[in-house]
Structure formats: C-alpha cells, structure tokens
C-alpha cells in the first residue's frame, strides 16, 4: 500500500509521486512551502508569481470616485487590499469591507474605442475572462464590481472610476481583475 498524501491546497489524496512538489502558499498563510499536487503547484507558481508583481499595488491602494448602486454623487475613497488579502478595503467618509469570495463579476471600464463598441471588458466568474474588444488602443479607467452584500438581496453593484493618481488607478484595477480571476484556484 502507497502512502497517501493530500494536497494543502485543493485537500485532495495524492500519492507521493503525485503530490510531491513543495511550493509557498501564501494565500491560505503558509509561511513554508507545502505538498501541493502537480496542477495546485502549476497554479500556485502563477499565483506566486502575481502576489510578487502585483500584490504591493493592491495593499499600498489607490484613490477611486466610488458609486454604490444607483447613487449618483461618488465619494472619493481608497480602494486596497486587506492584510489577509481576503477583503477589498474602500476608506473615505465611509468605511466599507468586500469579500473577494461575495465578487461575482469584475468589469474593467476603459476608454479608447471607437464609438459604437463596447466600452468594458468583462470577467465572471462562470465565463472565465472574456475581453470586450481584442487590441485597440483602449486603457483601463475604473472598474465596476458586483458582490453580495451581508443581509441585502440579490447583488449589489459598485463602481470605481479613476480618482486624483489615474496611473495608480489604472495599476489598481488591473491587479484586482487579476486577483479576481485567481481567486477560485
């Protein structure tokens, strides 16, 4: 009988061949690097990859003109990611906590093409990532977030355009589409 191992990650029995690579885990706050399958390590390594690159954009945060639902006046707040990385944090006046596992579809608002095309590119979670438009000379300009709030019905829509820094704007919406799409692996 083969000794079984289970993957930390996806929490599945492999045996030893098959779960043998040791790979950091950050996201569920493994400080050392832990037994992980062959396509939980393949996806922690991309993981990995963008927390490096992407991660310090998203906990430093950038300011954002913020509309919840159908409000018409934003609030000017900063948008970053919570320590744990579990929430997006949104400081203004007002004070609001998101959990990236309630975000049911990140839209990137962007500007550049011309009239008559869409003007965002979409990403749900049951479509994968499926751009609006393919090249161009688009650039993002916010984003727009639907989640489901604590106590409310249905979804609750929140948009995020570029505040008083647009380049950190732009950098801080592209890092949340990617945590976005990463955070199902």
């Known amino acids: ?11 599945k029995c492999f045996c030893d061949k098959c779960c043998g690579q040791k790979v950091p885990l950050r996201r569920m706050c493994f400080v050392d690097p832990v037994r992980q399958c062959a396509e939980c390590a393949l996806v922690s390594h991309k993981e990995a990859e963008f927390y490096d690159k992407q991660l310090k ?17 934003p609030e000017t707040m900063v948008c970053r990611l919570s320590n744990n990385q579990r929430y997006l944090l949104l400081d203004g006046d007002s004070r609001h906590e998101i959990d990236i596992a309630h975000i049911s579809t990140v839209q ?10 869409k003007d965002t590119h979409t990403y749900t ?7 609006a438009s393919e090249g161009g000379n688009a650039r993002a300009t916010g984003m727009s977030l639907r989640f489901a709030a604590p106590g409310a019905e249905g979804l609750t829509q929140l948009k995020l355009t570029a505040g008083e820094d647009a380049h950190a704007s732009r950098r801080q919406s592209t890092a949340t589409k990617l945590l976005y799409e990463s955070r199902d692996q």
């Open 57 to 73: 954009v998203l906990l430093s945060g950038a300011t954002f003109l913020v509309t919840f639902g159908n409000s018409e006046k």
């Open 108 to 117: 990137i608002l962007t500007e550049g093409f011309p009239p008559g095309e």
């Open 125 to 131: 979670s049951l479509l994968g990532s499926q751009p």
């Open 1 to 11: 009988m083969r000794p079984q191992h289970h993957c930390r990650r996806c929490g």
